[in-house]
């Protein structure tokens, strides 16, 4: 009968897509880290992995999409060549939806961030300055980098402000 085969084409286009759309809303989420743990994200998130909260060490947070960035800064010495997660990513990684974050340092410094900077920008936890991971004496052992080379307009009080050194934490609101 030809008016069934509408209806089977449907049928088997439904199971496809029901069977398909898991994968389509979740992201594999990370294992628990094996590592010391340097990074919490905690705080709204989609994608935990102890607890309520998404916990990184070294090789995880290496395995997020990264970028190097050769950047002078207004705290450091020289051109460096830096290296790190980028923050877009890993708000991708933690499963996000907050159109702000706190970035929040070991020391209790911490700054409301909006998560369009990065978008418009490349901004990076550094976590390597030259190859070598960077101190807590210095910056580390992550500090949240904007590209202010390649955009000088960045080179101001606000985003200064938003330059948490010794990051610790991201929550989201
Ligand atoms: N961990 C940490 N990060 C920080 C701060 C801080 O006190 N602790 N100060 C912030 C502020 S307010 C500014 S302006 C810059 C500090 O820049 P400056 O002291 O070199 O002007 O770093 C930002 N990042
Ligand atoms: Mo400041």
Redesign the pocket.
């Known amino acids: 009968m030809p008016s069934l085969r509408p209806c089977r084409a449907v049928l088997t286009l439904s199971l496809l897509l029901l069977s398909s759309a898991p994968l389509l809303v979740m992201a594999d989420p990370l294992p628990p880290p094996e590592g010391e743990v340097l990074l919490r994200v905690t705080g709204n998130i989609g994608h935990p992995n102890v607890g309520d909260e998404l916990h990184l060490d070294r090789e995880m947070l290496m395995s997020i999409p990264s970028r190097s960035i050769e950047t002078s800064t207004?705290?450091t010495e020289g051109v460096g060549r830096f290296e790190g997660p980028l923050l877009r990513a890993l708000l991708e990684a933690a499963g996000t939806q907050s159109e702000h974050v706190r970035v929040q340092?070991l020391?209790e410094?911490e700054?409301e961030v909006p998560v369009s900077d990065f978008h418009d920008y490349d901004v990076i936890l550094a976590i390597k300055r030259d190859g070598e991971p960077i101190e807590v004496r210095d910056l580390g052992p992550m500090?949240v980098l904007y590209p202010f080379d390649e955009q000088p307009e960045l080179l101001n009080?606000t985003i200064?402000?938003r330059?948490?050194?010794?990051v610790g934490s991201v929550h989201v609101p």
């Open positions: 207004p705290w340092a020391n410094y700054s500090f009080e200064r402000h330059s948490v050194w010794h």
